[in-house]
């Protein structure tokens, strides 16, 4: 189907891939600066407990110890909608493995060894470890002084006294009243574990103090403005006076957004008076530095005998572990999309965000919804069966479709996509209906499962980006843009369609790497799968800027009317006549006439976006406009158990997702393919184990299992839809996260069709598949 | 105590004086500066870390510098040929086999000391050979792609008898997961 | 820096077992993947690492005809890629081929996941199962332990301070004899083993010896099975064995309950491979 599109659309290749294959690729944990010191952490080994003393003179003493550090001297808070968090404890732990005592030194062995030299006592604390009982009236409180935290007012509600960081409500029509006269009602919990992002690359910053108050970080991170804007905050700096450099990024998937290491570097660097780097152990990465959060949810759903969803409530208590800045947001963006991709007249949803004394969460690919899907899509199920409709037939029958309104009360258009189509192109993928061939081994069953996904983009209603492009002297094109590429490929789709919308051959349009706050333009954060999007935006209207200015000076240098003239492969010319006209390198430094006087000058374009018609949520009924766009999609799959040992495993799994347009189906299909995998490592195998003291067991991949090489599906089907977006680049809308988030569903759901079991807690490993199917046997 | 040590590395001669404590992987990558191997988990679960020693890939946090001493040494950085990405690179590129890439130097040692020792892998030994080494976002199958389209390559030039992927090293047998004989 | 220790390479057995003796907390080095992880994590702090691959007795795969010398320095993936030592012992290649990934493989080795002595140790039901005995140096000379008698806790084993492990002795099984490994990952991707089990059958005189890791303090050797009678009964009791020789406990790998579920499942697997004929000779 030709578009016309030369570039967008194309499988371009990666042009950072050169960098990343030969080893020049030079990542914050390559980095170093003259002078610069290491440091070492200890951490607490009480999920609570009073700081009683902190002897910290051995440590300073040893030779090479530059700087020792401890809460007492910190007393700023941190956060970008909640500020709940220090750099370094002060007066009481909150989590085991949080930050107490910090040293930079000579090397980082010096830096180990001092940490050893330090004793804290602690006087321990009863902790609360399970969200649900940390809502009891007599609970510990994690956060005594809540209601003194500065926090994003009229978006987040904490309840002082209480461990409740913010509880979000939805309010649509009367649940109460339809579910009490609905047909059929279900009622069900399910629960989800706390998991690592697990980048490859832990998180690693390098601070450098300069005279007068400025400073300047190289930082691992997916938003350097937001790092910016929060040390601006938090330390009273001018904006102007610190510098963030991104430089390539080994992963991210939500935990480097927001601040990390960068504060704790930062004072450390500033009493150190020299650079000091801290680079997160992947012990530490496990558990010092953030997850992604549980979740509790508790679901009600009625519906009428002949399939028509007409009441659904969904309780989701979260568990944010011991400080919840992004959990807040969290918790806000699952509410309003907390029933699914489904029409539905009377929901209510209490999304509340719950501290608990265990290792706090982040955004985590997928925001909350991979957690959320897991119930709303195995209930969606479990409600099809006891309706004795079939699951496909029950999701076609209350998918959102054009003139529904979804449960924030915003109207479903055409130019929202089509959830439908991804179902049915889904269950068509795996030949949904026919049952499964039997498999070749005895003991061994099969299964198909089936799940609709949806997300929008989780930002604030003034999230903006901006782009520049500049032209060099040969007429090649540079994008400076501030969107973070931490392996997403954002920026080979940048280059694609500066390269379409410029007119000019992509060899010769580029996407400069290394993202710098002094002079690369604004972006909030590289997430929510929003930068595609918002930057393809910016990058469109930068581009056209350059275009207008280009033709500003031909016209005048080729005495012909703007209007006549076009951009092709380069070049100006007048329409119809490509003799008559000018290479951009004949006008990117400006133009000079044959006399010698000159005209333009460099040109340089920039284009922006903002996000467009958003509201915040009413915090009673949680209506309003919260999302830019809607991406939806499904996961099919077929899996085979074991059932001796409750080995599973996945025969096939099929994505299907709307993705408006494809702007470059290599680099979609890495997403699907790799966003699915690490999807089945939440659904089969991730989740953190404490002890009953709250204790992190599992930090490291000995008992940390990742999917590896051997673990990938023995067939995988990606399928792209392109039901145009209104106002996306080309009609596009993200897919980051969207290939992760029903996979536990649709593999949960499998496991129903295989077995006859309900599993409603994850992960689903071997051995949990195994006792449930003992335990039902027993009770046969 | 230091110790004299003297190695090859990427076909260069090294001669470093080291502690006993001090890692291959921080030789690389502290001592001389090559960055490209990274450090992943410190405990050789992961497979950032992977270099070819004497042309077996190792996890070079679990070895100690000293214990390098006569050794050679291959790192990423010593993949690419007069200033050119090598085959197996091009392959990696092509393939879409990249994404954050700190895992990609891992894997590409990997893949380079699978095509030394068999040049026509096959599947399931393609997969054991990069299974220690864990990448988070590509799912795996572009990679596989690459080093089965590397291969491809490599034998259809040596078919039309220009150049060669494989160096000429001690060759083991082409065995099977199960380390049959083919 | 792993830590603060010396390095030495002796070049023979004597030479190492003199510096075993003279340093005061010195730890033998061999492939490292279990000692440096443990100077890593703070478990040993030795002062000193006696590097014995630098002996070159140490390093020889070799049979007599009669039984396989697998020197103690030995990696993995060199026993498990010499052919003959498959097509003799297919379990004991799987068993190799198991543990860790083939990095790990290119210097982990048989004698030092022996002398590790982690109960889950893989090589160590199949090496029981089939008389191996490991060969030690000592400051009162060499001696030879069997495999089955080696270990004597979580962790230990009877080795004597200043002994080190030189070579294992692997009986050669004659012809008809079948050897069988499973081992039950928590993941496809490397793994410890949440419960492995070894198996040889001789069909003459239809003996059946059946070793099971990581149910126990140490992988135990069972008493020796009658493999006459219906394959069911002799899975019955084998199972039976297995269950008062055992005692499996919840760790974070997984709980009792599911290592008493899949044990006399592995068994029954096993069994049925090594008598019904799918294990190759």
Request: charged share 20%; glycine share 10%.
């Amino acid at each position: 189907m030709s578009d016309g599109l030369q570039y967008v659309g194309k499988p371009i290749s990666r042009e950072d891939g050169v960098d990343k294959v030969s080893g020049a690729a030079r990542y914050t944990h390559d980095l170093s600066r003259p002078g610069m010191l290491h440091t070492a952490v200890l951490t607490s080994p009480h999920a609570s407990a009073r700081i009683v003393s902190i002897e910290t003179q051995a440590a300073e003493a040893l030779p090479g110890v530059r700087v020792v550090l401890t809460g007492d001297s910190l007393c700023y808070r941190l956060g970008l909608y909640m500020q709940d968090k220090c750099i370094l404890a002060r007066k009481v732990v909150r989590y085991q493995g949080e930050a107490v005592v910090a040293v930079a030194a000579d090397t980082l062995d010096i830096a180990r060894e001092a940490c050893r030299l330090v004793d804290v006592s602690y006087e321990p604390l009863e902790p609360v470890l399970d969200p649900q009982k940390a809502l009891e009236p007599d609970a510990p409180l994690v956060h005594p002084d809540l209601g003194d935290y500065d926090h994003m007012k009229g978006v987040f509600f904490p309840e002082p006294k209480t461990n409740i960081a913010h509880h979000q409500k939805i309010r649509k029509g009367d649940f109460d009243a339809a579910y009490a006269s609905a047909d059929v009602t279900l009622e069900a919990a399910f629960t989800n574990p706390p998991v690592q992002h697990v980048p490859m690359e832990t998180h690693a910053t390098i601070a450098e103090v300069r005279p007068e108050g400025r400073v300047e970080i190289w930082t691992s991170s997916q938003s350097p403005y937001t790092v910016r804007h929060l040390m601006s905050v938090a330390f009273g700096l001018p904006h102007a006076n610190i510098r963030v450099h991104v430089p390539y990024v080994g992963g991210g998937f939500g935990g480097k957004a927001g601040l990390g290491l960068e504060p704790l570097a930062y004072v450390l660097a500033r009493a150190a008076a020299r650079p000091v780097k801290v680079v997160a152990t992947r012990e530490e990465e496990f558990n010092t530095l953030p997850s992604r959060q549980g979740l509790h949810a508790a679901i009600r759903i009625g519906a009428t005998n002949d399939g028509k969803i007409t009441a659904l409530k969904a309780t989701y208590t979260w568990d944010a572990g011991a400080y919840a800045d992004y959990g807040v947001n969290i918790g806000r963006a699952a509410a309003y999309s907390g029933a699914g991709p489904y029409s539905i007249d009377n929901c209510w949803i209490d999304s509340r965000v719950v501290y608990t004394n265990k290792i706090f969460g982040t955004a985590f690919r997928g925001f909350g919804h991979l957690e959320i899907l897991w119930g709303i899509e195995r209930a969606i199920d479990m409600m099809a069966r006891r309706l004795d409709i079939d699951p496909v037939a029950f999701r076609r029958a209350n998918l959102l479709e054009k003139g529904d309104t979804t449960i924030t009360g915003e109207r479903f258009t055409a130019g929202h996509g089509n959830p439908v189509a991804c179902v049915d192109a889904a269950a068509e993928a795996i030949d949904w209906g026919m049952p499964s061939a039997p498999p070749g081994t005895p003991h061994r069953v099969r299964g198909k499962g089936i799940a609709a996904l949806h997300k929008a983009p989780a930002m604030p209603t003034y999230t903006s980006c901006a782009a520049v492009i500049k032209l060099d002297e040969d007429g090649a094109a540079d994008v400076l843009i501030s969107g973070v590429d931490y392996g997403q490929g954002t920026y080979t789709v940048l280059r694609q369609i500066a390269a379409e919308e410029l007119k000019l051959p992509i060899e010769k349009a580029h996407v400069t790497w290394d993202c710098d706050t002094s002079f690369s333009p604004y972006d909030w954060q590289t997430v929510a799968s929003r930068f595609a999007f918002m930057g393809g935006n910016a990058v469109i209207e930068a581009a056209a800027d350059c275009v207008r200015q280009l033709k500003a000076v031909a016209s005048q240098a080729l005495d012909v009317s703007p209007e006549d003239l076009v951009c092709k492969d380069g070049r100006v010319f007048v329409d119809g006549i490509p003799e008559r006209g000018l290479d951009y390198a004949d006008l990117s430094l400006g133009y000079s006439f044959p006399n010698g006087n000159s005209i333009g000058g460099p040109i340089i374009g920039h284009g922006r976006y903002i996000a467009t018609g958003l509201t915040h949520l009413d915090p009673e009924t949680g209506q309003g406009l919260p999302a830019q766009y809607w991406t939806y999609g499904a996961h099919a799959v077929e899996i085979e158990v074991d059932t001796e040992t409750g080995e599973i495993e996945i025969l096939k799994i099929v994505t299907a997702i709307d993705a408006g347009k494809v702007l470059n189906p290599k680099l979609a299909d890495g997403q699907v393919v790799g966003g699915v995998l690490q999807g089945l490592g939440s659904a089969l195998w991730e989740g953190f184990r404490f002890d009953e003291h709250g204790r992190f067991l599992n930090p490291s991949f000995v008992d940390y299992k990742i999917p590896t090489a051997k673990d990938v599906p023995r067939e995988t089907e990606q399928i792209l839809l392109e039901y145009p977006q209104t106002g996306g680049p080309y009609g596009a809308r993200g897919i980051a996260e969207h290939p992760m988030i029903s996979v536990p569903s649709a593999v949960g759901n499998a496991l129903f069709d295989a077995l006859g079991i309900e599993f409603t807690a994850l992960p689903l490993n071997y051995e949990r598949i195994l006792l449930r199917i003992l335990e039902s046997g027993e009770r046969a | 105590m230091t110790h004299e040590i003297a190695m090859t590395i990427n076909g260069q001669r090294e001669q470093v004086q080291v502690p006993a404590g001090m890692t291959l992987l921080e030789l690389l990558r502290e001592r001389l500066h090559l960055t490209g191997t990274k450090e992943g988990c410190g405990i050789g679960e992961c497979g950032a870390c992977t270099v070819l020693l004497d042309g077996a890939p190792v996890t070079s946090c679990l070895i100690l510098a000293v214990e390098c001493d006569g050794r050679d040494v291959r790192t990423v950085e010593g993949e690419i040929e007069n200033g050119r990405l090598s085959e197996l690179q091009r392959a990696f590129i092509d393939a879409g086999a990249i994404q954050c890439g700190f895992c990609t130097p891992g894997m590409i040692m990997s893949a380079r000391a699978l095509l030394e020792r068999n040049p026509d892998p096959s599947d399931e030994e393609m997969v054991e050979a990069i299974a220690g080494n864990l990448c988070r976002c590509t799912g795996y199958q572009a990679i596989l792609q690459a080093v089965r389209l590397a291969a491809e390559r490599a034998r259809a030039r040596d078919a039309t008898g220009g150049g060669h992927l494989a160096s000429d090293r001690n060759a083991s047998p082409t065995l099977d997961r199960k380390g049959r004989e083919r | 820096m792993l830590g603060g220790f010396d390095y030495v390479r002796p070049r023979s057995i004597e030479a190492a077992c003199r510096a075993l003796a003279e340093a005061e907390n010195p730890s033998i080095l061999a492939g490292g993947t279990d000692l440096l992880v443990e100077i890593r994590n703070g478990f040993r702090s030795p002062d000193l690492l006696i590097d014995v691959k630098g002996i070159d007795e140490l390093g020889h795969l070799d049979t007599d005809g009669e039984e396989w010398i697998v020197g103690a320095t030995v990696p993995l993936n060199v026993l498990a890629e010499r052919r003959a030592v498959r097509d003799a012992l297919p379990a004991l290649a799987d068993a190799a081929l198991s543990i860790g990934t083939y990095q790990l493989r290119n210097r982990a080795t048989l004698a030092g996941n022996l002398c590790n002595a982690s109960p889950a140790a893989d090589s160590a039901p199949v090496l029981m199962t089939i008389d191996a005995s490991l060969s030690v140096a000592g400051p009162d000379g060499r001696r030879t332990v069997p495999v089955s008698k080696l270990f004597t806790g979580v962790k230990r084993t009877c080795l004597l301070p200043g002994e080190i492990a030189t070579n294992l002795h692997i009986p050669r099984p004659e012809r008809h004899v079948r050897t069988a490994f499973l081992k039950q990952q928590r993941i496809r991707g490397h793994d410890l083993a949440v419960v492995n089990v070894a198996g040889a059958y001789d069909p003459s005189p239809k003996r059946l010896r059946i070793a099971i890791g990581s149910c126990a303090p140490t992988p135990v050797l069972l008493e020796p099975i009658d493999g006459s009678g219906s394959t069911a009964a002799v899975v019955a009791h084998a199972v039976e064995l297995a269950a008062a020789a055992t005692s499996p406990i919840s760790d974070v790998r997984a709980s009792a309950d599911y290592r008493r579920a899949i044990l006399p499942v592995l068994l029954r697997r096993l069994i049925d491979q090594l008598l019904d004929g799918g294990g190759a000779p």
